[in-house]
């Protein structure tokens, strides 16, 4: 069953506007230790290792990969809920990698976040109203006489009854609870929204109204989005570029259309082939790539390109001795492959199956 969500023109990226956030060869190694009492460090976790990525005023950009490939890490670090082992996070133009106290508070204020699981991000023990209200409270943005007509507003605008104010999340199903994170988000009019995974936890016709509710708020506060999710069919509704990650590296990025009509690293063009498509005889006709082995252990990753143990592609020594580059292969798509795939997309007519 496909999800159906509006559709919206590709917006596009111009390269002279500047980026909202800029990553720069950033890095997240959590330390590996052995030991109770004296603990010594025995290696490290390369969970996101070397990531350059910018995000432009509006757009939405996906980002999607295998579980355990850095997404929701990389979510985390541009959130500052992480410090960065290494390289550089500019938001707007101000370098915010190492801010702390007041600072990173104010930047709380253009920055907000949307958790996967609606159960665990709520507060069990605090009303829905209490839980909107908080960034209110935190921030000081709104007095304090105001705050509960401001919740109700918050409330109606994401769809919830104003009326359940007082209400607590057990009270909510799964749909209802994500919209409540999606109104303490908007509390604070935030410029950027990082949603990780927002509708992974719910049922197919739930995702599509949540989808179109995140379409219709971005229109509404010029949001921009990181959009993280592990539906390809979704991120493709949804998504203005999108980018590829494995093993804590970007391997691919471009627009939607064009990555997957015509994707450039084969790790993107087996995830592609995965994407279900509603026409029967279109996916009959459709070419199933089957990866071998597990994803390695970001303990020791490979070395040179990464996806070489699993490459159907790889060609020895290249490929286990050289790291590839992302280079560009049409307007707007880069690729780290030293061997790409064709011009060509995954199947016929698959753009009108889309």
Known sequence: MSVQVNQRPDMGVETKRAPLVKLEGLKKHFPLTRGIIFQKRIGHVHAVDGVDLEIYPGETLGLVGETGCGKSTLARLVMRLYPVTEGRILFDGQDITHLKGGELRALRRNMQMIFQDPYASLNPRKTVGAIIGEPFH?????????????????????????????????????????????????????????????????????????????????????????????????????????????????????????????????????????????????????????????VPSPINPPSGCRFHPRCPRAQFPICREQEPELLPHHPGQVAACHFPLEDRAIISGEAEAG
């Open 138 to 294: 935190l921030h000081g943005t709104v007095p304090r006489n105001k705050i509960k007509d401001e919740v109700r507003n918050l409330m109606e605008l994401v769809g919830l009854n104003p009326e359940h104010y007082n209400r607590y999340p057990h009270a909510f199903s799964g749909g209802q609870r994500q919209r409540i994170g999606f109104a303490r988000a908007l509390a604070l009019r935030p410029r950027l929204i990082v949603a990780d995974e927002p509708v992974s936890a719910l049922d197919v016709s739930i995702q599509a109204q949540i989808l179109n509710l995140l379409e219709d708020i971005q229109a509404e506060f010029n949001l921009t989005y990181l959009f993280i999710a592990h539906d390809l069919s979704v991120v493709k509704h949804v998504s203005d570029r999108v980018a590829v990650m494995y093993l804590g590296k970007i391997v691919e990025l471009a627009s939607g259309d064009t990555l997957y009509l015509n994707p450039k690293h084969p790790y993107t063009g087996a995830l592609m082939s995965a994407v279900p498509i509603p026409d029967p005889d279109m996916a009959a006709q459709k070419k199933r790539i089957i990866l071998q082995g597990d």
